[in-house]
């Protein structure tokens, strides 16, 4: 069913200021810039009193299901520009003491079960990397390339056709932005 001259707004938080154009969001905090493309040319897109305002003419279930996620993204990416994410992980060796570097942009684990070649990964821009001790905090502006990355490092030391109960080493994700992992 279709609704005639949808409208929807978000409100822009104090501190932040939003640019929008070609479908692209400019969003500039405390932190720092963040941009993401969002566009759908059915839906006009434009900044009113201090709001992210979107607007079409007919709108179906689509455009307002797509209203409602760009929301989402957008209240995410205000977070990200005034408060940032950070994400935790904890690093178990049990049998073989493990060596975490971080070299320019690639982060490795040496020794890891015993391994001789070190297992390697390319950290994504904007993210910032830290090991302090038994833990490793993953800090950026950008939620989905620090969750991404914080993924990938913990993907890094998964073993295939191994029980997790027994076979525990390994770097795994304990605290989400400040919230616990179950």
Known sequence: MKTKNFEDSIEVPVGIEVKIEKGVFEI??????????MSN??????????KVVFTTKNATQREKKFV???????????????????????????HFPMSITIEGNIFSIKNFI?????????????VNVKVDGSE?????????????????????????GFDKRI????IYIVERDGKAVK
Not at 41 to 50: L, S, T, V, W
Not at 75 to 82: D, H, I, P, S, V
Not at 114 to 126: D, S, T
Not at 167 to 170: A, E, M, N
């Open 136 to 160: 490793i905090i993953v800090e950026g502006i950008d939620k989905e390339a620090v969750s991404q990355v914080s993924a990938d490092i913990e993907n890094l030391t998964k073993r295939p």
């Open 114 to 126: 015993g391994e001789k070649v070190p297992r390697r990964l390319k950290l994504k821009e904007g």
């Open 167 to 170: 076979f525990q080493d390994g």
């Open 28 to 37: 500039k905090g405390e932190k720092g810039v963040i941009k993401k493309k």
């Open 68 to 94: 409602n996620t760009v929301k989402s993204h957008l209240r995410n990416l205000f977070k990200g520009a005034k408060e940032g994410y950070n994400y935790k992980l904890k690093i178990c060796a049990s």
């Open 41 to 50: 040319p059915k839906i006009k897109k434009e900044i009113r009193d201090n």
